[in-house]
């Protein structure tokens, strides 16, 4: 997930994995974080119900994507 804290010039958004909930902190901008997981491996699943949810690259194996697919 791309979560969100904070408000006006002080939101700040963090990348968290919904498995290990191993966590990037310190975008300023949701798309820096968007940006940031393309670029370093991260992959975003949607679920069955339409969920979407985030895997960090260690997470990011073929067991886990469809464990989240099937939500």
């Not at 968007?34 to 895997?55: F, I, P, Q, R």
């Not at 886990?64 to 099937?70: N, S, T, V």
Request: hydrophobic letters at 25%; one cysteine or more; glycine letters at 8%.
């Amino acid at each position: 997930m791309i979560d969100k804290s904070g408000w006006g010039s002080c939101e700040e958004f963090t990348l968290i994995c919904d498995h290990c909930e191993d966590a990037v902190e310190g975008f300023t901008e949701f798309d820096d974080a968007v940006k940031h997981k393309k670029k370093n491996g991260w992959t975003s699943v949607k679920s069955d119900s339409g969920e979407w949810y985030e895997l960090c690259p260690d997470c990011s194996t073929g067991e886990i994507i469809e464990e989240y697919r099937r939500k």
